[in-house]
């Protein structure tokens, strides 16, 4: 074993147990308050700065210093999941590390002693999110507001690919997760007996001729090469079989790549209530709001990436598209940087809850977060 493959198993042992510990202890978004201690812990021995930022849950930590600053994220946050793997270290809160964000921030806090090693060598600044609450898609709103990323000029993350095997990187330019939003209707009809209907205003019928109608939004009225989803999730009116209700309400989500194309399926949606409503002279209050904007990996960024990737020996492919969405979005859209997959080899998807993700390849996803943030650094000084 040489000099650095015996540094390379030794961080790969420390990593491993800070991952068995965060996957047993999940937190949910905004209340990650051990995960952060833990986090905190961990980054002071290493010596490593955390950053005033006034978070509540969550931290930011910088190596290095100067003005030219780039920055890595993962999140921190676990879902409300009961976890069914039978491993070990099973979480046994009834919340679940059911989307590897366990795997995310510890293999950031490998990069973060891997950068510190390399701090003397730095050509500027890493600053190191560790962001809350990315599932329920408002964290990198809160990390962005403290202002700490005004100064960088590039970002990068990661998120586990169930799919892929271990250590197998998926990076692709472009859109690569969907712009994502989520609808309500709610239908003001007149209720009465059922047998009287002319009497009522029936708030199920007109509720039905929207779903209907709705369902030629995509498939008749958006271009097939234009890829979207409009799911109506949860559907609710009545409560008997001689009543006619006063109200119908209704909720689902929206999903394409680019904000454009959400909002033009959005306001079709909203005509259809319109249309209804006229016809029906039921009142219909349709809301509608993105929770996210596409995931857009700068093309010549993904460039980058992938060969730093290749350099340490990783194989690349493209990245599989998601109609998922993810809120590192808000970060590319004020700054530019790329978002890519690693595998995990995971027996079941992401948000189920036998997923696994598997820590083998823990210390490789530091040290390619390390070189990435490294080499962005050298080759932004190159231009400067
Ligand atoms: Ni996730």
Redesign the pocket.
């Known amino acids: 074993m040489n000099e650095e493959t015996a540094i390379g198993s030794a961080l790969q042992e420390t990593l491993a147990a800070h991952f068995k510990w965060f996957h047993s202890h999940p937190e949910l978004g905004h209340h990650e308050r051990e995960t952060t201690a833990r986090i905190r812990n961990i980054l002071m021995d290493a010596g490593v700065k955390i950053l005033d930022t006034g978070l509540k849950t969550g931290l930011v930590a910088r190596v290095g210093g100067g003005e030219m600053v780039v920055a890595l994220r993962c999140?921190i946050d676990a879902l409300p999941i009961a976890e069914a793997t039978g491993l070990d270290y099973a979480s046994k809160n009834g919340c679940m590390h059911a989307?590897?964000?366990d795997f995310?921030l510890t293999s950031m806090l490998g990069a973060a002693m891997l950068l510190k090693q390399r701090e003397s060598r730095l050509m500027g600044a890493v600053k190191l999110i560790f962001q809350p609450a990315?599932?329920t898609v408002n964290g990198a709103i809160s990390v962005l507001a403290s202002g700490v990323l005004d100064d960088v000029a590039e970002i990068y993350g990661l998120?586990?690919a169930p799919d892929m095997p271990v250590s197998m990187i998926g990076v692709s330019p472009g859109a690569v997760y969907a712009a994502v939003g989520s609808f309500t209707i709610r239908i003001h009809g007149k209720g009465g007996h059922a047998a009287h209907p002319h009497e009522c205003r029936d708030p199920i019928v007109a509720l039905s001729q929207i779903i209907g109608a709705a369902q030629t939004i995509v498939s008749r009225q958006t271009s097939p090469f234009d890829s979207a989803v409009l799911s109506f999730t949860h559907v609710e009116s009545g409560n008997t079989w001689n009543i006619i209700p006063e109200e119908a309400f209704a909720e689902g989500t929206i999903r394409a790549f680019g904000t454009d194309r959400f909002n033009a399926i959005m306001e079709r949606l909203a005509r259809v209530c319109k249309g209804v409503e006229e016809t029906s002279g039921i009142q219909i209050d349709f809301q509608c709001e993105l929770n996210a904007p596409a995931v857009n990996n700068d093309a010549e960024l993904v460039e980058f990436v992938k060969r730093t990737a290749q350099e340490l020996g990783f194989k690349t492919v493209p990245s599989s598209q998601t109609m998922?969405g993810?809120d590192f979005a808000f970060y590319l859209e004020r700054i530019r940087g790329v978002f890519w997959n690693i595998g995990v080899a995971s027996p079941e998807p992401?948000h189920n809850p036998r997923f696994v993700a598997n820590p083998a390849a823990l210390d490789t996803a530091s040290a390619l977060l390390a070189s990435i943030a490294e080499k962005s650094l050298k080759r932004l000084r190159s231009i400067e």
């Open positions: 999140d989307c590897g964000h995310h990315e599932e998120h586990t998922g993810e992401a």
